[in-house]
């Protein structure tokens, strides 16, 4: 039966609907109304730029290549990476799982920024490389190959986060009937190991290839001028008003592509049938190479896709000790080893001010969205009316929408010249940043929050109410602490994310507050200055040594959750 609401539920309820309308459903209109209607009437002069455009023609079918061919590569090291650590009998596997795992502490512009300087024009493996073969030039890390290697390690983490369940999951008495009945370790890997691993793969081919879509960093910083992606010529767009309905219109594009993809590969998924494992579960043991020859082919291999994860860390962490002649130069000399960057960092206000606008952007839009995702899931988790799945959707739109449409979405309504009601809470360019950051958090706060809320037991209300306790108390209360360690690591994984976030802030940072993804991108342009390249390997190791302590911190509350 429904509910009755009272005024308070009403005021909520009014509330959310203000900010979804607000803040993710105007912003929307008002860029299709930009793009598609001028000076009254209708027009597709935009879309009729776009087909003009030769280079607009061939980021859009660069975006799509780079997507298609990070489901292969991605898909294959992934993989590989998971069983190299999880599957296989690997000498060090503990050593190479954390080498595999450093993509989950550096990401975006950073991880980008890290492997051109490795790669890059100056870097040390192009040097080494040069001095074999004297021919090569030294921008050869550059275009489709760079971007689709960097983007191939970057992607992996999600490989580690959800294969490695996978892996762990399947049941060893299947594996041990195989063996009896005669079938090679190949086999048994192919027909009995692998189907396993369907549902889980196709869920990570899907956001693989949604990632490659929309693709910022690394094609912005090693594409070069012949591999330009749908998201930097968006950049490139916006950064002029008589150009912006074009990028507007390519985002809009961008979104409707992730739409259609998303529709077709869900049905897709629903009609496959999927290997299951017996009800009475055995561990999985780690399988042993029997062949001499390709034991030791693997366990090369282990250690080559080791070096490559680890190289840009290691080097990044030495060059952030070094003085700015020696990472012009390229070259290690470890008597000009020097803590000056890191004094710099914390002594300089100008140095250590992009830190602390991050910080105060990524933890703020952090418990924001929380709070909203906390909010709409108890509304939704208790379906008082009819009307109450509409928040669901609410807070699920901007999962389907890139960034680049939310932040254009946003400037678009920033810069109306109407409807003032919807602008009162865009007072200024620094606070839109903001709201974009807490509008790109929310559906992955609902979805996890959502979650937990299933799990609460509905007998702990019915007593607090009994109690006389009221529905905000009871909130408070019993309801609150009881999903506290995941809603802590939710805030924590979401202010991991933001922390150098590149992608939303390029729109709409505010030129006196610049967060520390631009800065870092800054830092590899070729008119940096020496002292902003050297500040650049300390924001890196400063972003990796939070977000470590950020993910560590995430573990700890879902053991607490866990032992609840």
Same mark, same amino acid.
């Given at each position: ?75 294959? $090291?992934?993989?590989? +990476? /998971? !069983?190299? @650590?999880? =599957?296989?009998?690997?000498? #060090? *596997? ?10 989950? $502490?550096?990401?975006? +512009? /950073? !991880?980008? @920024?890290? =492997?051109?300087?490795?790669? #890059? *024009? ?443």
């Amino acid at each position: 039966m429904r509910k009755r609401l009272n005024w308070k539920d009403w005021l909520i309820r009014l509330g959310i609907i203000w900010l979804i309308f607000t803040l993710i459903i105007y912003p929307n209109i008002e860029l299709l109304s930009g793009v598609f209607y001028k000076n009254g009437s209708f027009t597709l002069d935009a879309f009729n730029k776009i087909i003009r455009s030769e280079r607009a023609m061939s980021s859009i079918f660069n975006s799509f290549i780079l997507a298609i061919s990070m489901v292969f590569t991605v898909n294959i $090291v992934g993989t590989l +990476i /998971v !069983l190299l @650590t999880e =599957y296989w009998d690997i000498k #060090g *596997a503990k050593i190479l799982k954390l080498g595999y795992m450093s993509s989950l $502490v550096y990401g975006g +512009i /950073v !991880l980008a @920024t890290g =492997y051109k300087f490795v790669y #890059g *024009a100056n870097g040390i493996v192009t040097k080494t490389l040069t001095s074999i073969i004297p021919g090569l030039a030294s921008n050869w890390f550059q275009g489709f190959g760079a971007v689709l290697f960097i983007m191939t390690f970057a992607c992996t983490s999600n490989h580690i986060m959800f294969l490695t369940n996978a892996v762990r999951s399947v049941d060893y008495h299947t594996i041990e009937a195989a063996k009896n009945m005669g079938a090679s370790p190949l086999k048994v890997f192919f027909k009995v190991v692998f189907p396993t691993f369907k549902p889980t793969l196709f869920a990570l081919t899907i956001l693989t290839f949604l990632t490659g879509l929309s693709a910022v960093s690394a094609p912005l910083i090693v594409g070069g001028k012949n591999f330009q992606t749908i998201n930097p010529l968006i950049i490139s767009f916006a950064k002029t008003t008589s150009s912006r309905d074009l990028a507007a219109l390519l985002a809009i594009m961008l979104g409707l592509a992730t739409i259609i993809l998303l529709t077709l590969l869900n049905r897709v998924e629903k009609g496959g049938n999927y290997v299951s494992v017996s009800k009475t579960k055995a561990s999985l043991k780690k399988q042993v190479i029997s062949s001499p020859i390709w034991n030791i082919v693997v366990h090369i291999i282990a250690y080559i896709l080791f070096l490559i994860y680890m190289l840009p860390i290691v080097l990044i962490i030495l060059y952030s000790f070094t003085d700015s002649l020696t990472i012009k130069t390229g070259s290690l000399d470890f008597s000009k080893f020097t803590l000056a960057n890191y004094a710099n960092l914390f002594t300089d206000a100008q140095s250590f001010r992009p830190y602390l606008v991050s910080v105060v952007y990524a933890i703020v839009a952090a418990v924001l969205a929380t709070i909203i995702a906390i909010i709409i899931s108890r509304i939704v988790h208790k379906n008082k009316t009819k009307f109450d799945k509409f928040f669901e959707y609410g807070a699920l739109i901007p999962w389907i929408l890139p960034g680049t449409l939310i932040a254009l979405g946003l400037m678009f309504t920033f810069n109306s010249p109407h409807l003032i009601l919807f602008n009162i809470v865009l007072v200024g360019t620094v606070f839109i940043l903001l709201i974009a950051y807490t509008i790109q958090k929310l559906p992955f706060s609902y979805r996890m929050i959502r979650a937990v809320f299933f799990s609460i037991d509905n007998d702990m209300e019915e007593a607090a109410r009994s109690m006389g306790a009221s529905s905000f108390y009871t909130m408070v209360r019993v309801i609150i602490p009881y999903i506290l360690p995941v809603v802590l690591s939710v805030v924590v994984l979401n202010f991991n994310s933001l922390l150098s976030d590149y992608d939303l802030s390029v729109f709409l940072y505010h030129p006196l507050f610049q967060p520390l993804g631009i800065v870092i991108k800054q830092s590899t342009d070729e008119t940096a200055t020496l002292n902003a390249q050297a500040m650049m390997f300390v924001y890196s190791v400063i972003l990796m040594i939070m977000s470590s302590a950020a993910l560590y911190l995430s573990s700890l509350f879902q053991g607490k959750r866990g032992k609840r």
